[in-house]
């Protein structure tokens, strides 16, 4: 990004509003995300002559959410994600008295029609794990997030301290509070076989590495796992979708709501409850996955 000595550019306000996400200790990937769209927006602005943060008002801010719906033909819920950085950005720069009036403030959010996550059935979670049984590292973390309902990044935050025989320690990150989280008898096996194996290196304590020794990163263990939905011939089916699987298994076996928001770590019981509707007419699909 060129560099800026004007006070009241775009491109300066940005430094000043990554270095805040720094200081709150914000993940890299926050970081990263955020900077990009705002970045985006930017770019955006300087093509309608708009470099300097008192020019931009909330009829650029208009336009620039329909450029990206129409133009780069993002869908609704991109959009909106990135309306939500650029919303943090304008109050931030609010707050810190850079500008008075917030012109994203009353951009509303793209309609977004929630979609039902995509639960694995028995036959599809079997395959999965025949596909990837010769990989005890995939075949880990496989496990974790079915068995666990462990987030990718999560997975990958990992380290070998946070294991203790029956239970992980999830430590706290980004706004997320730390948790303790209980595995069963399959998600212990897996580990085991997973760590009797990985490399003997002082490079990480992260609990998935690289056969160099390099902490797994999330876009790896995204790519695996796809890889072996495709082994196995899981259509249409995320890394996400693990999670979301372990979640409705857990309320089919009549665990109480709090319990699984608490194990999974929703902020609020009303993120769960969205999984209920899932839980009906499923009789006969039922995944039994403690059972190996």
Not at 151 to 164: G, K, P, W, Y
Not at 227 to 240: G, H, L
Request: proline letters at 4%.
């Amino acid at each position: 990004m060129k560099k800026n000595n004007n006070l009241n550019s775009l491109e300066k306000a940005l430094e000043r509003f990554l270095a805040r996400l720094r200081n709150e200790n914000r993940s890299n990937n926050t970081i990263i995300a955020y900077q990009n769209d705002i970045e985006q927006l930017i770019a955006f602005l300087k093509k309608n002559e708009i470099r300097d943060i008192p020019n931009v008002t909330q009829n650029y801010i208009e336009e620039f959410k329909k450029h990206l719906s129409i133009k780069q033909k993002y869908t609704n819920k991109t959009v909106s994600r990135k309306l939500n950085s650029l919303k943090s950005f304008f109050r931030f720069l609010v707050n810190s008295q850079v500008i008075k009036k917030d012109p994203a403030a009353a951009v509303p959010h793209p309609k977004i029609v929630p979609k039902l996550p995509r639960i694995l059935l028995s036959l599809e979670y079997r395959a999965l794990r025949d596909a990837c049984r010769d990989d005890n590292r995939t075949y880990a973390i496989v496990e974790l997030m079915l068995q666990a309902g462990l987030r990718i990044s999560e997975v990958a935050n990992l380290e070998l301290n946070d294991i203790q025989e029956d239970k992980l320690i999830i430590k706290p990150y980004e706004s997320h509070p730390n948790r303790v989280v209980p595995l069963n008898r399959a998600a212990q096996e897996a580990i085991k076989r997973y760590t009797n194996e990985r490399p003997d290196t002082k490079k990480s304590q992260n609990l998935f590495i690289t056969k160099n020794g390099h902490p797994l990163l999330i876009r790896n263990i995204r790519n695996s796992i796809n890889r072996y939905f495709k082994i196995a011939e899981i259509k249409n089916a995320y890394v996400n979708n693990l999670r979301d699987t372990f979640v409705v298994n857990q309320l089919e076996a009549g665990i109480p709501l709090n319990v699984i928001s608490k194990i999974i770590g929703h902020k609020r019981v009303s993120s769960t409850e969205k999984y209920l509707n899932l839980v009906k007419n499923r009789e006969g699909t039922k995944i039994k996955l403690k059972e190996l």
